[in-house]
């Protein structure tokens, strides 16, 4: 059978045309990852190597080894509060997991009125952080504010108020934030409920399950990817909370609500820092962080994904 001028063989096609399906992906995906690359990747390896130096950010840098990171963990105060502030962010925070499956599981009902309840759940999620901190504020305020008149009525005295407490001014500011993060956890899992498999929750419950046991053993394994989501975004929004803490105390007071975050910025762009390398360091020391707890929480999802098969 001869090939006619219409067909053209395989080996006298284009490289393209060849290997079009492999290759038309990335062409697609390409824009995304020179993006990635370039506001990403490459700022996360400039920190490192701007924190082996002494740098005002402006000038010649000086190469000074580890001697920021000696500086850090050497006993700087600040970074000590700064880096306990961090943990407690990281522990409250999680909360807001939890409470955003339970109104959740509430708001995946249909009963009358829930359309108005989810748009009054939803409500903190598109607010900005510097509105929420502001309002946050007022009510928190000493004397006049709603939370200190209730306080009153208890016959609870913070002495300077919720933010004027230095060992209290860290939750409030938490309790700030846990309001729109528990609004975010809880659209995760509305998405999620909405793909949880009707069959088997009807096998559990002709098996007798309902409960928590339904709650545990059915609800809870289809709803992995978005608890593994609402992990990965609640761990980084707890490690890099700096719109609250500048809205609401600016660090203050006397640098008790400091976190990592906040505190790079004073060492690197404040009036009184401009110590880049210093502040790149902070950097590194929180990036380290982060993507400890967010390797830990892929391979526990890898494992249990193994173990499954």
Known sequence: ???????????QRGWYK???????????????ILFFAVYVILPIF????????????????????????????GGDRKFEVSFWNNIRWLFLYL???PMGLFIALFLNQTVRGIRFYKSMFF??????????????????????????????????????????????????IIAAGLWPQTAYCMILYLTGLNAVD????????????????MLWYVIL???KPATFIAFVVT???ALRSFDFIAVMTNGGPFGSTRVLSFYMFEESLSEFGFRMGYGAAIAVVLFFIMLGFIAYFLYSMWRDDKEAR
């Open 1 to 11: 059978m001869t090939m006619t001028a219409d067909a053209p063989s395989h080996q």
């Open 95 to 97: 909360l807001a997991i």
């Open 198 to 213: 009707p069959e088997q929750v009807e096998a559990a419950r002709l098996d007798g399950a309902k409960g928590h046991k």
């Open 18 to 32: 060849r290997n079009e399906i492999a290759v038309t992906p990335w062409l697609f995906l390409l824009p995304g």
């Open 235 to 237: 761990i980084i929004g």
């Open 123 to 172: 409500f903190p999620f598109v607010i900005s952080q510097v509105v929420v901190g502001l309002v946050f504020s007022w009510f928190y305020l000493p004397n006049t504010g709603l939370f200190d008149q209730i306080m009153g009525l208890v016959g609870i005295d913070i002495r300077g108020g919720v933010l004027g407490n230095p060992n209290t001014a860290t939750y409030g």
């Open 221 to 223: 394994p289809q709803l």
């Open 46 to 73: 400039q920190s490192f190597w701007i924190s082996f130096h002494q740098w005002d950010g402006l000038g010649e840098k000086t190469w000074v080894g580890l001697a920021n990171y000696e500086r850090l963990l």
